[in-house]
Each structure stands twice: as C-alpha cells, then as structure tokens.
C-alpha cells in the first residue's frame, strides 16, 4: 500500500502566501506524476498543478504565475508554492501521485486533503 501525507494548509490573508506539502511512502519502486487538485463544495475536482519524474510542469490557466510545483524524487515528495492567493482559491487541495508498485501494478493514489482558506 502506498500513503500519501498532506501539511501546510491553513488561513491566509489574499495576498498572501502558503506552501503545501506531501509524503509518498510505502511500497513505491517508482513515481510517474505527482500533482496538486483541488476542491470546493458542489463542484468537481479540479487541476491544480502537476509536475513528471524528469520535472515537467503543468498548471492550470488560473494559477500559472503565482503557484510552483517543485519534488523531491530521492524523498518522494512533492510541494507547492502558493503566492499572491486569492479569496477564490479557497479549497480543499489533495495530493495526487501515479506510483508504480514493487508489484509492477500502477496505481493514482490520493491524500486526505487539506483545507486552504484565503479570506479577503
């Protein structure tokens, strides 16, 4: 089983920032994408930020130049910068990572979440 561990979430102030942060561990040979979502009551789950193993990044049209994703794959962690927030970011954000096992199943595990909330 693998277990992904999410901290750093809290209240802000918009304009303000925050770093988000999550552990992979368990039986892992190796980590595909890593990545960030997130969620606000009654809608769906939506991209935030993902970044491959060889570091290639990918971000939502409306987060794309005040969020960074960065990881660790020696740790099997991975973060997000979050700057400049704003009321509307505002979410639940879980941790994504597509982990091939020790078994040679691959599998997309999730965090448990953690809440962002950015006040105005």
């Known amino acids: 089983q693998v277990q992904l561990v999410e901290s750093g979430g809290g209240l802000v102030q918009a304009g303000g920032s925050l770093r988000l942060s999550c552990a992979a561990s368990?039986?892992?040979?190796?980590?595909?994408?890593m990545g960030w979502y997130r969620q606000v009551p009654g809608k769906q789950r939506e991209l935030v930020a993902t970044?491959?193993?060889?570091?290639?990044?990918n971000y939502a049209d409306s987060v794309k130049g005040r969020f960074s994703i960065s990881r660790d794959n020696a740790k099997n962690t991975v973060h997000l910068q979050m700057n400049s927030l704003k009321p509307e970011d505002t979410a639940v954000y879980y941790c994504?990572?597509?982990?091939?096992?020790?078994?040679?199943?691959?599998?997309?595990?999730w965090g448990q979440g953690t809440q962002v909330t950015v006040s105005s």
């Open positions: 970044i491959t193993s060889g570091g290639m990044t």
């Open positions: 368990g039986s892992i040979f190796s980590i595909n994408s």
């Open positions: 994504n990572a597509n982990v091939a096992l020790a078994s040679g199943n691959r599998l997309a595990y």
